[in-house]
Each structure stands twice: as structure tokens, then as C-alpha cells.
């Protein structure tokens, strides 16, 4: 059965402290892995797709890699804007066209 | 450019009931998939349509049905409505792409369904 980890559940940083959040995987065939940003009451944005091992796309203060395993979501001298949930989703190809969710990070950013 | 709109956004039911969600996908998209999203958990895949058909079908009862009309907007239908259907429910809209590519989701703000 597919699945999808992240961690932590929770993440609490001083506005200017790097970290970063994981999401590990155990589907076979992946054809995406996804990072989305979700604020309360509202539906999720797309951050970045990733496609094969060694990928890495970079938005902003956000940087997003994948290895065979997992993907790392780093975030660097991150803002109170920054204070989201961040969710991982990936597609393989047993999954056809469905897109399987983690249950996110919930980030907060501290002034 | 419009992008997903989901209706109503928020409403209230009783144990029972029965209730219907509405979405109108981003303009050129062709493909609309049904999440449900409880408080603090990620979205639960429902089900996907495409070309007016269920397409693929999450771990959800035969309670939960949709519906895709010819201008590409769904709808998503609860029936017996349980307290534990209390969520948020969201639409994706996406372009139907071939089978060894990956498909965005573009998400509507979700509409609020509270079981009493």
C-alpha cells in the first residue's frame, strides 16, 4: 500500500532559524513527488514538483529535494510568512492518476 | 484567470442528512479530484473524474458519490450523512496527462461540512 511520512508533525522556529522537514516514502515507481503549502481555511498551493533522485527546485527562502527514499523540504532564514502546513504528496504508477497525501508539517515562524 | 471555486463554503447538516458540494475547475483544466481533509490530518483521496466517468476511487463507501457534467464541473454527493464526516472537504482540478507523467493539482478553498 502506498504511504507517505512526514516529520515532524510540528515545527516551531525563530524567524532567521534554518531547518528543515522531511517526507519519506515507500511507493514503487514514483512519477511525482509534490510539495504543497496549505494555510488554515484554505486549499493547498503548489510549491514544487520533483521528479528522479538528485532533483532539487528552489523557490524563494524554500528548497526542495528528493532521493530514492525521501524528499527534504529546507527552508532557510525562513519569516512569520512562512508559518504554514506543508504537505507531501507523491504519484506512482500503480496509482494511476491518484495523488497520495501526507499529513503534513505544521510550521510556525516566531518574530 | 478564475482558478477552483468550490460551493457553498460553509455549511452545517445533521446526522442522516444528505448534502451535495459543487466545483468549477480552473479554466483548461479537464480532470476534477475529491478530497476529504479532517481537522489536523492530510487529504484523503475520494475519488477522480474524468470525461464524465469515476476514473479511480479512494477507500471511501458507496455513501459518497460524484458526478462530472460536460462542461467539466463536479459534483460530490454524501448520503447518510455520519458525525464523522465532519470535514473540509476539497476539490483538485488538474489537465488528464498521459500515464507515466505527474499531474498539478490546483485546489478550491474547500467547503466546511459540520454533522450534527
Known amino acids: 500500500e502506498d504511504q507517505v511520512t512526514q516529520s515532524p508533525e510540528a515545527l516551531r522556529l525563530q524567524e532567521g532559524e534554518s531547518s528543515s522537514l522531511n517526507c519519506s516514502y515507500t511507493v514503487s515507481g514514483l512519477r511525482g513527488l509534490f510539495w504543497y503549502r496549505q494555510d488554515p481555511g484554505k486549499g493547498p498551493e503548489f510549491l514544487f514538483t520533483l521528479y528522479s533522485a538528485g532533483e532539487e527546485k528552489e523557490k524563494e527562502r524554500l528548497k526542495a529535494t528528493l532521493t530514492k527514499k525521501e524528499s527534504f523540504l529546507h527552508i532557510t532564514a525562513p519569516k512569520p510568512e512562512d508559518s504554514a502546513t506543508y504537505l507531501c504528496?507523491?504519484?506512482?504508477?500503480?496509482?494511476?492518476?491518484?495523488?497520495?497525501f501526507g499529513t503534513g508539517t505544521k510550521l510556525q515562524v516566531i518574530p | 484567470d478564475a482558478g477552483v471555486t468550490q460551493s457553498p463554503t460553509h455549511l452545517i447538516k445533521t446526522r442522516g442528512q444528505q448534502v451535495t458540494l459543487r466545483c468549477s475547475p480552473k479554466s483548461g483544466h479537464d480532470t476534477v479530484s475529491w478530497y476529504q481533509q479532517a481537522l489536523g490530518q492530510g487529504p484523503q483521496f475520494i475519488f477522480q473524474y474524468y470525461e464524465e466517468e469515476e476514473r479511480q476511487r479512494g477507500n471511501f463507501p458507496d455513501r459518497f458519490s460524484g458526478h462530472q457534467f460536460p462542461n467539466y464541473s463536479s459534483e460530490l454527493n454524501v448520503n447518510a450523512l455520519l458525525l464523522g464526516d465532519s470535514a473540509l472537504y476539497l476539490c483538485?482540478?488538474?489537465?488528464?496527462?498521459?500515464?507515466?507523467?505527474?499531474?498539478?493539482?490546483?485546489f478550491g478553498a474547500g467547503s466546511r461540512l459540520t454533522v450534527l
Open positions: 504528496a507523491v504519484q506512482y504508477s500503480g496509482g494511476y492518476q491518484k495523488v497520495t
Open positions: 483538485a482540478s488538474s489537465l488528464f496527462g498521459p500515464s507515466s507523467g505527474a499531474n498539478v493539482l490546483t
